[in-house]
């Protein structure tokens, strides 16, 4: 069983308001609650059904048996998970010198929580561990960013940040995806370094741009009848294998 | 004024089975609307706000004026945009002398509509101009899968086919994307050849890998402990990307 006050708590996390008052979020779905609690982050409850307790046997932590009912009055979804964490916001605090010796991501207006989420899941990949995220970047707390993270979200450190203040202090050569630029495969790319990534419909804002060492872009093939922009998840996936296969 | 048979008309076409029935749907917004109308694609009516006609000017095609909330009422989307299109669908059968000679992507049961829709718009950025999609992909005429699409449909031709059966009769080598294969970067690729994408979280079917002549995978630099897998939007772009820049 699951308490009303319970219920409601959990049922006002799916806005961002009292995620902000209250410092919680919620993961949903096996992979995503598995990876949280292999992590370091903070689980305060986890609400799962009998048959996921029993597949899983996460025995370190204390889990609420709930019937599938009580799951679909507590989920952001559209249909139920077998299983929901509540867990608390990490405060990460951004490190300059670690940031300096690694390739950082980061995202100027990024609004769409699904594209968010695939770019944590793809910086993951990539082995990309923080991103900086401008103000009005989606709330990377948002459950449709938590599910398209996949998991990644308990590995890859955000940072929600006055971007331009913060990047002239970490004196790293800084990448920008633009529609025209220097071909992805004509630039030369350091060990470490900055990839700015902007909104999806405008691209990176002009007052960002004067920070910009290098605007980069990714070939089209389709001639000049075709598509006129990618994905902002998709541009990013791709200029990310391209700086990792140059070997940095 | 739009009437009540065209609202209930335009309705039904939310659905599936009402799309397969009249072979009408629906693309919205400034974008998808202009690149359909500059296609070949038969186009059967445009309702469009008074300022959108203004801004637009599509002489070619009779746009019938309605109002913000008549819009409301007909969109498929949680906000309507200022122009819908009722749009035929095209019946396109797959030539395969033309086919043998590209790079066709072949997409095995990706579910996503979102995802189909990126992953049209970047066969077209990267110059790929079919899709083969297997029975259990998404349907292609879902308007979400339109939006994301973001006009790309009306360049990149698609067919709903029995792949097993259809590849054969290629005679193309074919790639697939797995998570255990060789790097796409130590992979030779001729210039035509298929690439097969599977479902978002149970990859290419195995009665499909029997027909697939190199097994290749997307290098991971997350370390042991890193995302399991990527987006199969994702993983697309990163491969199509690959093959291009090899010059193909």
Redesign the interface.
């Known amino acids: 069983m699951i308490s009303k006050a319970q219920i409601a708590h959990i049922r006002s996390l799916h806005q961002k308001k009292f995620r902000k008052e209250t410092q919680f979020f919620i993961a949903e779905g096996t992979k995503s609650v598995l990876e949280l609690m292999r992590s370091d982050m903070e689980i305060e409850a986890v609400f799962a059904t009998q048959d996921w307790v029993l597949r899983n046997n996460p025995a370190a932590f204390e889990t609420q048996v709930v019937s599938e009912a009580e799951l679909s009055r507590i989920t952001s979804l559209v249909t139920a998970q077998d299983v929901l964490a509540l867990v608390r916001i990490p405060q990460y605090k951004p490190d300059i010198t670690e940031l300096q010796k690694e390739w950082v991501l980061c995202l100027d207006g990024i609004r769409d929580p699904?594209n968010l989420g695939?770019m944590i899941?793809?910086a993951?990949?990539?082995?990309i561990r923080h991103i900086l995220c401008s103000e009005d970047t989606a709330e990377v707390w948002n459950p449709k960013v938590i599910q398209?993270s996949?998991?990644?979200i308990s590995?890859v450190k955000t940072y929600e940040l006055n971007i331009e203040e913060f990047l002239p202090q970490l004196n790293s050569k800084i990448y920008g995806s633009f529609l025209e630029g220097k071909s992805i495969?004509e630039t030369p790319y350091p060990s470490s370094g900055v990839l700015v990534i902007g909104n999806e419909a405008n691209g990176i804002r002009p007052e960002l741009a004067g920070l910009i060492n290098e605007q980069i872009t990714?070939?089209?093939?389709?001639?000049t009848?075709?598509?006129?922009?990618?994905?902002a998840?998709?541009a990013t996936?791709?200029i990310c294998?391209?700086i990792?296969?140059n070997g940095n």
Chains 1, 2 share one sequence.
Request: a positive charge; proline letters at 3%; aromatic letters at 12%.
């Open positions: 699904g695939t899941r793809l993951d990949w990539f082995g398209a996949m998991g990644s590995r495969y990714i070939p089209s093939y389709s001639g009848s075709g598509a006129e922009s990618l994905n998840a998709i996936a791709i294998a391209e990792r296969r």
